[in-house]
Structures are given as structure tokens and as C-alpha cells.
């Protein structure tokens, strides 16, 4: 390995030498712009594939570059290279701190796809999404405890299905990455066509997570993997989650994880999902944690929620009185029967505070109604009203006369 490396660290060093000769002379200079470009471009290209050792068959770009706004970051790249197996990833350089090895076809990984000499002291990133990966062993990733980001995402994920010698390798998936701050699943795991994700995926998934003991994860993404229900309980271990991003999945208010257990949440990501509401006992969870001295934001955009629940109901009222922060809330809409926004004097109604509640809204139309309807009673009949109380109002007409006769006798007594 270390001949090898030397070999392509040598034919890169003559590249460059030949590319700095090249740059020297008369016929360099007098072309244009354009075809210097294109005609160091191929040349450039070949060093840098050189810089790989040659396991990896010129296919792959190793280098410092840019990454993701950081600079002089050593990358090696293997995107879309249709490798079937990850065994050049053993002769991984050892300076690398990003791996981006996406666009490939590996049905199964393999343990220690990184040897299981030394280990990966700069490895930081690890990028295999959208691999077709079904299954990976229990000790896939070892040799890489200093990664701090593993992305996952686009595969096809069983996490319960064994490996064909019987044995489920998935629980210590993730133990080896004592310092993972990010984990993205967006779109990772296998669901049947049409179907939801199976609820013993998330169950296997919550497994991992409480094995892999990941103290320093801060954010989760698990977006698009049509998630319909999980363990209420599902991240309840993860003690520093910061973000929670359970977007564009097919949950419903009774199913969403509990998440009062996190008490560093800041964020946390429900939007285009397919909640009608959100229950008491949901927001009650969520009201939980703003008492800790530190906003809570609640993503919730893109759900059909209910025009009943988000205008005039509990939720309404919950709406408005949380000191959780839901993420633009004025453009929020309910989907009963077309899309369509509540107006201040509808949400005001399920105020049971500074404005009515939704009972007391209608206990006020029911008494208007009735004096209304009363009103009219009495004006129809009012020739015979006048009629009958004619005696009485004499008679108390006798009386106020009497009493006014009074008055003067009793003062002049006095006197």
C-alpha cells in the first residue's frame, strides 16, 4: 500500500512539474483564455485522480478543497462511479477529512470498510448517500470514532433484516461514533411501495440509538421516509438534541414522539405532514419546554390541518396563548373544504383569555335570539298586553299619589 502511494504521490509531483514547463513556453501563451482551459483541464484532472492511491482506479477526486463553506478541507470524492464494493476505501488516505462517496451501488456493506489497522485521526464527514444500501453490518464503521456527520441518505435501509447468517448485525450500527453531532436519514430506509415505513423499523432505529449512547448528537433529519407512527419514546436518549426534523412524513397527532424528554430541543421539524391537529396532550408536551428559559420553535407547514381545530377550537386557543414559537404562523391555512385563512375575530373565538371562548360565542347568539324573537312576541300582541295591564298600572298610579301626599305630613311633624 505505502509502494503504491508513493507511486502516485511521485506521478503527481511530475504532472505538476509538466504543467509548470508547459505554462513557459512561446505556444502556452499565445492561446486564448478558453483553450488554455481546455487544454489543462484533462491534465489537472489526471493529478488529482493521481493524489488517490490506485485502488481506486482514477475514478475518484482526492485533494484539499472547499467544503460546504470551509476551506482546505482534504475531500476525497467518488460520485457516480457505479463502484459495486467499498474495498478501495482501505486505502483510504490517511489525512482525509471528507468522504463523499455517493451515486454508487452497494447493496451491503461490509465490517471495517476502512481496514482495521490505525485509525481515521482526520475523518470527519462521511457522505454515502444514495447508494442503494440495504443492509450494514453491526461493525461497518469502525477506525472512524471522529466523525462528526454521517449522511445516509436515499438508500434503502432494512434495519430488521438479518445479514443471511441468521444474525441481526444492526444494534451496534452507530457505536462507533462517540463524537456524532449530525446524523442525516432523509429518505434512508426501505418502505413498501404505496406503504407506510414499518413500525419495526422505527423500533429497530430507536434501539440503535439507545445502544450507540450518542452524547454529543445535536441534529437528526429523518425526513421522507413516509413515517406514519414511532415509539413514543424514540429519542428520548439523545439527552443534547438540539434539531429534530421529522418533515414530509405521513404522521398524524397521535402518533408524534414525545419530546419533553429532550431538554435542550430548540427545533423541531413537523411541517408536511398529514396532522389535522394538535391534541392537548401534544401541546401540553410542547409547552413543557419553553420553561426552561429557551425558545422552542415548531415548524408546521404543508399540513391539512383541520378549519374546525385551527380557527375556533383548543388548538386555536393553544395557537395563540403558547410561548412555543410556530414557525410563520400567519401562513398557516386549514384545508376544510378549500384552503383558506382563519380571520382575527375567528381565532379570537377560542380564546378563553382577552377574548370568548367558542361556548361562550354561542351562549351569546342564543341570548341574542332570544330577545330578539321575545321583541317580536310583544309588538304582535301588544293591543292585548295594553289591555290587560291596564288595571294594574292604575292602581300603582293610585299608590304614588298617596305616597307623594305622605311625605309633606311626616316633615311637618318632624318640625
Request: net charge positive.
Amino acid at each position: 500500500m505505502k509502494k503504491q502511494e508513493r507511486r502516485a504521490s511521485a506521478w503527481t509531483e511530475a504532472t505538476r512539474r509538466l504543467l509548470a514547463r508547459l505554462a513557459d513556453r512561446r505556444t502556452l501563451r499565445r492561446m486564448t483564455g478558453c483553450k488554455v482551459f481546455l487544454f489543462l483541464a484533462p491534465l489537472m484532472a489526471l493529478a488529482n485522480s493521481a493524489a488517490c492511491p490506485t485502488a481506486f482506479q482514477s475514478k475518484c477526486w482526492c485533494g484539499r478543497t472547499a467544503y460546504q463553506g470551509q476551506s482546505d478541507k482534504y475531500v476525497v470524492n467518488c460520485t457516480n462511479q457505479l463502484f459495486t464494493d467499498t474495498h478501495m476505501l482501505t486505502t483510504l488516505p490517511p489525512e482525509t477529512e471528507v468522504l463523499i462517496f455517493t451515486g454508487n451501488h452497494i447493496p451491503e456493506l461490509p465490517w471495517n470498510i476502512f481496514g482495521i489497522e490505525g485509525e481515521m485521526d482526520n475523518l470527519r464527514v462521511i457522505d454515502m448517500s444514495n447508494n442503494r444500501i440495504r443492509s450494514i453490518r453491526g461493525k461497518t464503521y469502525h477506525r472512524a470514532s471522529k466523525v462528526e456527520r454521517l449522511i445516509l441518505n436515499f438508500n434503502d435501509i432494512s434495519l430488521t433484516e438479518d445479514n443471511g447468517d441468521g444474525v441481526n448485525n444492526h444494534p451496534r450500527l452507530l457505536t462507533g461514533f462517540p463524537n456524532l453531532r449530525e446524523l442525516h436519514l432523509t429518505g434512508a430506509f426501505a418502505a413498501p411501495d404505496g406503504k407506510a415505513l414499518p413500525f419495526d423499523q422505527l423500533s429497530a432505529l430507536r434501539d440503535i440509538l439507545e445502544t450507540a449512547n450518542l452524547t454529543q448528537l445535536v441534529k437528526i433529519h429523518l425526513e421522507q421516509n413516509r413515517i406514519s407512527m414511532m415509539p413514543p419514546d424514540m429519542f428520548c436518549k439523545l439527552e443534547n438534541l438540539l434539531d429534530l426534523h421529522l418533515g414530509d412524513n405521513w404522521m398524524i397527532d397521535s402518533s408524534l414522539p414525545k419530546v419533553s424528554c429532550l431538554t435542550k430541543l430548540r427545533f423541531i421539524d413537523l411541517g408536511r405532514n398529514r396532522l389535522r391537529a394538535l391534541s392537548p396532550q401534544v401541546t401540553k408536551d410542547l409547552d413543557r419546554l419553553p420553561k426552561r428559559h429557551q425558545a422552542l420553535i415548531v415548524e408546521l407547514g404543508g399540513n391539512p390541518l383541520s378549519c374546525d381545530d385551527f380557527c375556533v377550537g383548543a388548538f386555536a386557543h393553544w395557537l395563540s396563548a403558547t410561548n412555543v414559537t410556530v414557525r410563520n404562523r400567519e401562513t398557516l391555512r386549514c384545508v376544510d373544504p378549500k384552503p383558506v385563512a382563519c380571520s382575527e375575530k375567528a381565532l379570537g373565538a377560542g380564546l378563553p383569555e382577552g377574548g370568548h371562548s367558542a361556548a361562550a360565542l354561542v351562549l351569546a347568539v342564543l341570548l341574542v335570539g332570544l330577545i330578539v324573537t321575545l321583541g317580536a312576541a310583544l309588538y304582535m300582541n301588544r293591543n292585548s298586553l295594553t289591555y290587560k295591564l291596564s288595571p294594574l298600572v292604575d292602581t300603582a298610579s293610585r299608590k304614588v299619589r298617596y305616597t307623594s301626599i305622605d311625605k309633606p305630613e311626616e316633615m311637618e311633624m318632624n318640625v
